[in-house]
């Protein structure tokens, strides 16, 4: 038996993320088997993931999973799986918007859909949340184009414009566009000894939102400037808000959990441009479970973060001065400035409805190949959630 295993992968950049793209057909099929093929893969749990493909960092620790559509009102179905990086976790939790992003330039390179210029129009059917994402891509000479004058910021030079529509991802997460079905509510905070304002709100992945002010910081901070502290009581939010919207335990990622402050100026994470408080609507930081912030902001999160900020009462609506709607609503993250454009509609009381998003991105392929995967990786125990369980037989047999 050979000791490894010969496994077709893709990258592709999306954003200001990057991926390991593989196809439906040579992931394993049981939970298990799957999960230790993907730590193995990535050469998790290593703070370096020197042994796999993984980039030892969030933002390139993550895998696009494409197979033919599940639905009729699909073209092809996307599995988004973040990877951790010093901890056996695999998270089916979030859709990634950057990642996203990829999925029909990688469908149309693929031939999977037919390609149509100057546009084609790919319905990509998101499996982490059961939604159609509309992606929007620029076509010439039978492929996806490569070189335009959308700019990123986070990501050096120009491309193609993605357009990515997430108008009917409310409720992605639990159901529901406010999930406790106000847009705002308090929590006690243990470090704090008081009660804190935050905002639930649910569109193409559910987040809160916490003032940064009450937090004690300024909330331009960047990656590597925050103290333990706030991260755990950010967490201690998202735990609320996790029993409050009655998501499972299990989960780590989400809701996303989203320090927001008022428009002002600061200098991004490169050093080299000052944000002014002119250009954005406010200031947005996410953070994670486990001491990390993003070096600029999720795909899915400013999605939601737009929405949120044209809903009355909300944390954002108030950073921001106002919820009119519709608006470009400009993000200021570690790297840059993020638009995007949505327009929400008042019902009445506490009820809202989107009526669209949209964003873009440029994305691309970086890389095809083999990945080696380690035979004796795929039969160890001990990876999080499948203690006890062997690997499938037939899984692996379906890998070599």
Request: with cysteine; charged share 20%; glycine share 10%.
């Amino acid at each position: 038996m050979k000791e490894q295993i010969r496994v077709p992968v893709t990258m592709m950049r999306g954003g200001t993320s990057k991926a390991v793209f593989l196809s439906q057909r040579d992931v394993p099929t049981d939970p298990q088997a799957r999960l230790r093929f993907l730590l193995a893969l990535f050469g998790s749990p290593d703070v370096r993931q020197i042994d796999g493909l993984g980039g030892a960092d969030i933002l390139t620790s993550k895998c696009a999973i494409i197979g033919p559509p599940s639905r009729p009102d699909a073209d092809i179905d996307y599995t988004f799986v973040q990877i951790g990086i010093d901890q056996p976790t695999v998270s089916f939790e979030i859709v990634c918007g950057n990642i996203s992003s990829a999925t029909g330039v990688y469908a149309l390179q693929e031939g999977l859909v037919p390609v149509q210029e100057p546009v084609t129009t790919v319905r990509v059917h998101n499996t982490n949340t059961g939604k159609i994402l509309r992606m929007a891509v620029q076509c010439a000479d039978g492929e996806p184009r490569v070189e335009g004058d959308s700019e990123v910021d986070g990501v050096p030079g120009t491309g193609a414009e993605v357009a990515l529509d997430y108008s009917d991802t409310s409720g992605s997460t639990t159901g529901r566009l406010l999930p406790t079905g106000n847009a705002r509510d308090w929590v006690h905070i243990s470090k704090l000894g008081r009660e804190i304002p935050v905002s639930v709100v649910d569109v193409g992945t559910a987040c809160v939102f916490i003032r940064a002010a009450d937090l004690g910081i300024a909330g331009t901070e960047l990656p590597g400037q925050l103290s333990p502290d706030i991260y755990e009581m950010a967490e201690e939010v998202r735990r609320w808000a996790v029993e409050r919207c009655n998501l499972p335990a299990s989960g780590t990622l989400t809701p996303y959990q989203i320090l927001i402050s008022e428009a002002q100026d600061y200098r991004t994470i490169a050093g080299d441009r000052i944000v002014e408080a002119s250009e954005i609507d406010f200031v947005a930081r996410m953070v994670l479970n486990g001491g990390a912030m993003h070096k600029a902001f999720p795909g899915g999160g400013s999605v939601c973060l737009s929405v949120a900020a044209q809903i009355a009462g909300t944390i954002p609506a108030d950073a921001r001065g106002t919820h009119a709607a519709p608006a470009r609503i400009r993000i200021g993250h570690p790297s840059g400035v993020l638009r995007i454009f949505a327009n929400v509609e008042h019902l009445g009381g506490n009820e809202w409805t989107v009526r669209e998003v949209h964003f873009t991105r440029t994305a691309r392929r970086l890389l095809d190949g083999t990945a080696y995967v380690r035979r004796s990786r795929l039969e160890a125990e001990g990876a999080e959630g499948a203690e006890g369980a062997s690997t499938s037989a037939t899984a692996v047999a379906a890998l070599s």
